[in-house]
């Protein structure tokens, strides 16, 4: 955990709804980071504009799902990594710093990210800028159906970040953050992970579509908060333009969930600020101090389930430690995980 003992006990956070201008039409690397300080810059204005509505104290934003460059549409791992991964020191973090400074706030957000650890991969990574442009929370994405993930190259990355970087928890002035990437919020072993760690918000960046209805991910979002009695502050996409796929299929249903599982803020489609809410760290804290039985995060039983989560093996780890992988390998194995277990008679033909 990275420690600040100046603590708020409560401030407004915003979930941001911006759109996403994707880089996979961009000719080469160069115009890919044009593309992107564009998007850096135009986020500036929109920050400070919204800051300026909500008041100074607004201390925490959230950005959505790869907000920089959209996500891979047929690019090996070796092109996207070379136009669209960040270096973890490179400009691009440098002009998001810079945000946070000027406006005095926690920047949250997520990003295709080159590791030199790991030098034919790369990792989608949820970060925190603190008010003095560090990064204070560097979260590497643990389940993906297309990308890679420290799973796959487990046994090094653990020699690499220890359990603590897998399930990063930063304590800060304004709460001990913690981030789920788009489709983790349905992965309740992550958030988890996360609560056992002293979490208390959950930044959500995520690109996914917005329906009336109660769909999967919003069903999931409530529950998190729920279960571990914890914030969960969720920034959609306003949209991707630049690519083949029609702009408004993840479009809306930015929000904020408060520790009971109350959505406090909402908002529709299109590019919007209107999802923030008070964050009311001393109200979280009471209840989770308070004995009865709402307090779930006091009533987990975890030696209940560890012997079945030791002896159960579904998708396996380690499988992109050697040689060049291409796209095929991710569904490949999902596809040899489903035989296996078809075999072991825990799904069923």
């Known amino acids: 955990m990275v420690a600040n003992t100046d603590n708020l006990e409560s401030f407004r956070a915003l979930a941001l709804q911006v759109t996403c201008y994707a880089v996979n039409q961009a000719s080469d690397r160069l115009s890919a980071r044009a593309m992107m300080l564009d998007s850096i810059n135009r986020l500036e204005r929109q920050i400070a504009a919204s800051i300026a509505f909500i008041g100074t104290d607004c201390r925490l934003i959230v950005l959505p799902e790869y907000f920089l460059t959209g996500f891979p549409l047929g690019e090996s791992l070796a092109v996207w990594a070379e136009k669209a991964c ?40 949820c970060f925190v800028i603190d008010p003095a442009g560090m990064v204070v929370l560097r979260y590497r994405r643990l389940n993906s159906m297309f990308a890679p993930t420290p ?36 992965y309740p072993e992550v958030s988890r992970c996360l609560a056992m760690r ?18 999967p991910k919003d069903a999931a979002k409530i529950t998190r908060a729920v279960e571990n009695q914890a914030y969960v502050v969720s920034s959609n996409t306003a949209g991707i333009v630049n690519t083949p796929i029609p702009q408004a ?9 408060d520790h009971r599982g109350i ?4 908002t529709s489609a299109g590019e919007s600020m209107a999802a923030f809410a008070e964050i009311n760290l001393a109200a979280l804290r009471r209840d989770r101090l308070r004995p009865g039985l709402n307090n779930l995060l006091s009533r987990q039983r975890f030696e209940l389930y560890a012997q079945s989560y030791l ?13 060049e992988i291409d796209r095929r390998h991710f569904i490949t194995t999902q596809q040899a995980t489903i035989e296996r277990l078809v075999k072991l008679g825990v799904i069923q033909d």
């Open 263 to 266: 959505v406090v803020a909402e």
């Open 311 to 323: 002896q159960s093996h579904f998708y396996p780890p380690n499988t992109m430690l050697e040689g």
């Open 151 to 186: 799973h796959d190259v487990w046994d090094r990355y653990l020699e690499c970040y220890g359990w603590d970087g897998v399930f990063p928890v930063a304590k800060t002035a304004i709460g001990n953050l913690a981030a789920l990437a788009s489709e983790e919020i349905l």
């Open 86 to 125: 960040l270096e973890m020191d490179g400009p691009e973090y440098g002009a998001l710093s810079k945000i946070a400074q000027k406006h005095g706030i926690f920047l949250a957000g997520n990003a295709y990210e080159l590791d030199p650890n790991f030098p034919k991969l790369y990792f989608q990574t």
């Open 198 to 215: 002293g979490a208390e918000i959950f930044l959500h960046s995520t690109s996914e579509t917005y329906n009336k209805t109660l769909t």
């Open 249 to 257: 299929s993840v479009d809306g249903g930015s929000k904020i969930i």
